[in-house]
Nanobody, 123 residues
């Protein structure tokens, strides 16, 4: 069992930056690939980024590539999402997720989810 708690969401102006954090409980954090998804009002939950168990591999949605960076600290049981050059279309609830399976961008393959943190980007 893994419990995930996101933090760091806020209201920010376009062009600004935020860093989201996701703290995980349990001793087996390093056995899970970790990802961020986001969901805007009235829209489906979309993949943002994923990082492998060791942190050596990362993948991004095209919409955030070059602006967002996912990282993890297995000693602290935490995964991060550094978001730069934010745009109004980045406004969404951001969710942290963990999978014991292979790396992927399909929400249904993730075993555990946090409750989300709101990011609002004003124009």
């Amino acid at each position: 069992q893994v419990q995930l708690v996101e933090s760091g969401g806020s209201l920010v102006q376009a062009g600004g930056s935020l860093r989201l954090s996701c703290a995980a409980s349990g001793r087996t954090f390093s056995s899970y690939a970790m990802a961020w998804f986001r969901q805007a009002p009235g829209k489906e939950r979309l993949f943002v980024a994923i990082i492998s168990r060791s942190g050596a591999s990362t993948y991004y949605a095209d919409s955030v590539k070059g602006r967002f960076t996912i990282s993890r600290d297995n000693a602290k049981n935490t995964v991060y999402l550094q978001m730069n050059t934010l745009k109004p279309e980045d406004t969404a609830v951001y969710y942290c997720a963990a999978t014991s399976g292979s790396l992927g961008n399909v929400a249904e393959t993730y075993n555990y989810w946090g409750r989300g943190t709101q990011v609002t980007v004003s124009s």
